[in-house]
């Protein structure tokens, strides 16, 4: 079968030819439907180095925003029949420590001991014809077209888990929430706060066409660039935001939240950028929140595919056959997407 593999550090992905896998005890072959192409798979094949923080040797198969359809079930698992939809949970940890056993395996305990972090972070992931994964990690999708739910499983997860530890900060008449950065998961941060929160969204990006998607989602928008704090804090009356989503994590963005973000709120930097900037006691707002998360938990997915069952969030996807699956890539470091590259292996 045909796969983007990852195959040396700092090195661009190849299309190549791999043994179809076969699942094992506990595992289901999917059929790929659709698999999302995420700035963090540039991440890995293009900025880690084998001594970096978080660096997965490879070769692997990437992509970790995975949907199919089961193929074959492996030794020891029922309940799953063969042309069922499903959207696969990515993180894998140990499995039975208490951060795994309550479904939050991006924090595993046993992490140190694991050959792989996700499905397509270390193991071989959904960028192929077919991918096996633990039986555990799949989401029913039900009829829903799977297709588009491929990127849920990160560009919608990981948003609506951050989204959700802030509800508390929404909770209330006359809130407003900020999205820094209207990519595939500020796009559907915004669609995720207008259905959870009466807060008034706000959202920012150099992009006009990406700002324009946000505003039909219902979002205020404030393009990047000179002006934009002052625009910001305008738009609250002089309070600042009650919480702050930064889907970029650059030093410029993360200084943008600080400046905007209102007493006891809360900053939560979701992007990878890894950005560094300066804290001071009487520079930052009182109580004001500066956090990070990542991921989500296999329990918030069934939550999100519910949303997208109901219409609630839409990923807005442009779809790549596996013959120009690198250039999906090649377009996403371009920065020349306009949504989410999905690749249909089987289109």
Same mark, same amino acid.
């Given at each position: 079968m045909r796969a983007v593999v990852f195959e040396k550090f700092q090195t661009f992905p190849s299309l190549t030819e791999i043994e179809r896998p076969t699942p094992g005890p506990g595992e289901v072959l999917l059929k790929v439907a659709g698999s999302g192409a995420c700035h963090s798979d540039v991440s890995i094949y293009k900025e880690f180095t084998p001594d970096g923080p978080g660096s997965i040797p490879p070769a692997f198969v990437l992509g970790h925003e995975v949907s199919g359809w089961v193929e074959e079930v492996g030794p020891g698992v029922d309940g799953f029949a063969k042309g069922g939809a499903y959207l696969v949970y990515g993180p894998i940890g140990c499995g039975h420590c208490p951060a795994c056993s309550r479904g939050q395996d991006t924090y595993c305990h046993n992490v140190a001991s694991m050959d792989y972090l996700a499905t397509g972070?270390?193991?071989? %992931?959904?960028? *192929?014809?077919?991918?096996?994964?633990?039986?555990?990690?799949?989401?029913?999708?039900g009829d829903a077209d799977p297709v588009a739910a491929a990127p849920l499983s990160d560009a919608g997860l990981t948003p609506y888990h951050a989204i959700k530890l802030a509800l508390p900060k929404l909770a209330g008449g006359g809130r407003t929430a900020l999205v820094i950065g209207l990519g595939g998961l500020g796009?559907?941060?915004?669609?995720?706060?207008? !259905?959870l929160t009466g807060a008034t969204v706000v959202a920012t990006d150099m992009k006009a066409d990406a700002m324009e998607r *946000?505003?039909? !989602?219902? *979002?205020?928008?404030?393009?990047? %660039?000179?002006g934009q704090v002052e625009a910001i804090r305008e738009l609250t009356g002089g309070r600042g935001v009650d919480a702050v989503f930064d889907f970029v994590g650059a030093a410029p963005t993360i200084r943008t939240a600080q400046q905007v973000v209102a007493r006891q709120g809360r900053i939560t930097v979701v992007g990878v950028a890894n950005g560094t900037v300066d804290w001071s006691f009487f520079g930052n707002p009182y109580e004001a929140e500066l956090t990070n998360t990542y991921w989500g938990?296999?329990?918030e997915l069934y939550e999100v595919v519910a949303m997208y069952k109901a219409g609630q969030i839409t990923p807005h996807v442009e779809r790549f056959a596996m013959d120009d699956a690198?250039?999906?890539?090649?377009?996403?470091? !371009?920065?020349?997407?306009s949504g989410r590259a999905v690749v249909v292996p089987h289109a």
């Open positions: 972070i270390g193991r071989d %992931g959904g960028m *192929a014809e077919y991918v096996t994964v633990p039986a555990r990690n799949l989401v029913p999708l796009q559907i941060a915004v669609q995720i706060l207008t !259905a *946000a505003a039909a !989602a219902g *979002a205020v928008t404030v393009p990047g %660039g000179e938990t296999i329990e690198l250039d999906a890539y090649r377009r996403l470091e !371009a920065g020349e997407l």
